[in-house]
């Protein structure tokens, strides 16, 4: 009886070839780029990329990736619920069900934001008390700040962190992303008012003042909602309207908010990114109504209305006595956290359906706020053993 692999046949097909119709395919460049760009998770697409380097040559190849971040959004791993009141400060929560491929990711990630061994960053005068406290998450990094008290000099301090729970290496910029982390300060002195733009890029250790601005427009940004950057604008919302702050042009403009919608009270309305560069997404709740808006040149536009209650799945009993209100919007209108007394739910937009996703502790007295952490885009490729970076180390 013959044991030897090479007789052994599955289907007709000897072992070790390929049947004739898969080798037509996959020997034909532009079916192969269909399949792989249509692998579903980066973590498909590196995997395919090390195949062989035609694979990777495929897999890495820009235009492919424009396709598969438009076929595949960035999804969203989980979040950090961040309460001040709350031992130990922001706590992760994966979201669940994931797919096999992301979960994988987050069982090998680290997410603590513990920085209680890592105050070699203050002064040696600052005495810091490890607590951590998030700023906002962006392509799979989180921003955090922590405070510490000069006692020798009268004062306190406070550094800024970058953390990247999916790797332990440096990190990655983004694709068409220039900036990192941007923040906003308005001053006024007598009759003049100026506009301080600060950037923090990859590597970076300490904000940089990217630009000044002086402007007849006396600006007081809310610290709720939050402004948005969406390319190279700061959207910037303020009692009655939103500022448009370009950075490239170094100028101001005002856009009117749709009529009947205002940011007061705090949670009915926030700001999206949209995704493209030209505009933004606005999204209002009122009552049991989800409205969202898109402003796109000079107009706003309305593209969707969600009633809770049709999509709740039983999650409202009886008529919520409790207010919703909402707490983090994605980027690109696909999901919004929102929150109802003690719990806090997930809204997914494009998949309509309505989820707890936690509800407070009995000792907890307010939620905190929502930071969702996403699949970190690009993906690091393998590399090849001649390529001239692995031979210059």
Known sequence: METSTQNVRSGGVMEGEAPACVSKVLDEDNLLREIIVRVGFPTSLVRAAGVCTRWLSHASDRALLRRFRELHPPRLLGFYLA????????????????????????????????????????????????????????????LTSSQGQNYAHGRSEIIFEVHSPLCSGSEKEGDGFSYFFVTVECTRYH???????????????????HLTLASDLLLY??????????????????????????????????IQLPQGVGFSPIGTTMLSRADDSSGVYLIHIKDLQLSIWLHNGDNWLLVDTICLCEISDNLFDDEPTDEILINHVGDYNEFVFLEMGRCALYLDVKRRTLRKVY????????????????????????????SPA???T
């Open 83 to 142: 309460n001040r009141e709350r031992p130990g400060g922001a706590r992760f929560f994966p979201a669940l069900p994931l797919p096999p491929d992301l979960a994988a990711v987050v069982r090998r990630a680290s997410f603590s934001l513990d920085t209680a061994r890592r105050s070699a960053g203050f002064s040696p005068d600052t005495h810091s008390d490890g607590r951590t406290d998030v700023v906002g998450c962006w392509n799979g990094s989180v």
């Open 191 to 209: 009759e003049d008012s100026q506009v301080h733009v600060y950037m923090l890029q990859n590597g970076d250790d300490a904000w940089r003042l």
């Open 221 to 254: 940004p809310r610290k709720s909602p939050k402004g948005v950057l969406v390319d190279n604008r700061i959207y910037l919302p303020t009692d009655n309207e939103i500022v448009v702050l370009d950075l490239v042009s170094s100028s101001l403009s005002t």
């Open 359 to 386: 509800e407070m502790t009995t000792e907890e007295q307010q939620l905190g706020d929502i930071y969702p952490l996403m699949m970190s885009w690009l993906p690091s490729f393998p590399a090849l053993m001649d």
């Open 390 to 392: 692995r031979n210059a």
